[in-house]
């Protein structure tokens, strides 16, 4: 930690594409648990990881491994499903991230519809916070989906910030007001507001100054940025913008 300032808003490195990279020829290389150990030297905040159906990106013996060879609190990605909820509840990480998942997109497409699915999260939910794992929903940036996660009883949501990342022209300015909304929104209903998806050097610095925002999750980006300067200097780059937009 480089100043007392910086806690106030946390990275989250999503090293799945790590595995992803693995997983496409096999083997050992690279290693996902590195990339959490160089992370945390680096100045991370957390590990993300998305544990899908399909193993494309981490596996199993990979989240195990990841709680045992750092202190780093680690958020599990997880879809709504009795398979998930059963890892999730014998590796108890720190945070269990409910999201959307269909098995053709190549990454996740959309937030989870906390309002059209309640009665079948709402246990889901209970069970994980019983079990000591910190409930964060992955939402789309609307009102209705707010409410609907305090009402599920999650502590934590997470905005969804890809149509803020992809988006061209004034459309930009729209989606940010609509992000600075609902983070305002989400604090005034006692969530702690998380953001994500497609962030990048570029476009990281308006989200990361709204003061309701606690903590970015950011992954591909800081993956493929590595490939040409180092992840570590990846994430301290990324750390840097931040902070200087929080500041």
Same mark, same amino acid.
């Given at each position: 930690?480089?100043?007392?300032?910086?806690? #106030?808003?946390?990275?989250?490195?999503?090293?799945?594409?790590?595995?992803?990279?693995?997983?496409?020829?096999?083997?050992?290389? %690279?290693?996902?648990?590195?990339?959490?150990?160089?992370?945390?030297?680096?100045?991370?905040?957390?590990?993300?990881?998305?544990?899908?159906?399909?193993?494309?990106?981490?596996?199993?013996?990979? #989240?195990?491994?990841?709680?045992?060879?750092?202190?780093? %609190?680690?958020?599990?990605?997880?879809?709504?499903?009795?398979?998930?909820?059963?890892?999730?509840?014998?590796?108890?990480?720190?945070?269990?991230?409910?999201?959307?998942?269909?098995?053709?997109?190549?990454?996740?497409?959309?937030?989870?519809?906390?309002?059209?699915?309640?009665?079948?999260?709402? %246990?889901?939910?209970?069970?994980?916070?019983?079990?000591?794992?910190?409930?964060?929903?992955? *939402?789309? %940036?609307?009102?209705?989906? #707010?409410?609907?996660?305090?009402?599920?009883?999650?502590?934590?949501?997470?905005?969804?910030?890809?149509?803020?990342?992809?988006?061209?022209?004034?459309?930009?300015? *729209?989606? #940010?007001?609509?992000?600075?909304?609902?983070?305002?929104?989400?604090?005034?209903?006692?969530?702690?507001?998380?953001?994500?998806?497609?962030?990048?050097?570029?476009?990281?610095?308006?989200?990361?100054?709204?003061?309701?925002?606690?903590?970015?999750?950011?992954?591909?980006?800081?993956?493929?940025?590595?490939?040409?300067?180092?992840?570590?200097?990846?994430?301290?780059?990324?750390?840097?913008?931040?902070?200087?937009?929080?500041?």
């Amino acid at each position: 930690m480089t100043s007392p300032d910086r806690r #106030l808003l946390r990275l989250g490195v999503n090293i799945d594409h790590v595995a992803t990279i693995r997983n496409a020829r096999g083997g050992l290389h %690279p290693d996902p648990v590195r990339a959490a150990i160089v992370a945390a030297e680096a100045g991370a905040d957390g590990l993300t990881v998305h544990l899908r159906e399909d193993r494309r990106h981490i596996t199993d013996t990979d #989240l195990t491994r990841l709680s045992e060879a750092t202190a780093l %609190p680690i958020n599990l990605e997880m879809a709504a499903t009795d398979e998930m909820l059963n890892i999730a509840l014998r590796e108890r990480p720190h945070a269990a991230c409910i999201v959307p998942e269909r098995r053709a997109e190549r990454t996740t497409e959309g937030g989870l519809d906390a309002a059209g699915l309640h009665n079948s999260l709402a %246990p889901i939910v209970r069970q994980l916070r019983d079990n000591g794992s910190r409930v964060s929903l992955f *939402i789309a %940036p609307d009102a209705a989906q #707010l409410h609907a996660a305090a009402a599920l009883g999650a502590p934590v949501v997470e905005l969804h910030t890809g149509p803020y990342s992809h988006a061209e022209g004034a459309a930009v300015a *729209i989606e #940010l007001e609509r992000l600075q909304a609902m983070a305002t929104l989400g604090a005034r209903l006692g969530l702690e507001v998380h953001a994500g998806h497609g962030l990048t050097f570029d476009n990281v610095g308006p989200v990361a100054a709204m003061p309701e925002i606690a903590e970015l999750n950011i992954g591909h980006f800081l993956i493929g940025e590595a490939v040409f300067i180092g992840l570590a200097e990846a994430i301290r780059q990324m750390r840097a913008h931040m902070d200087a937009a929080r500041a």
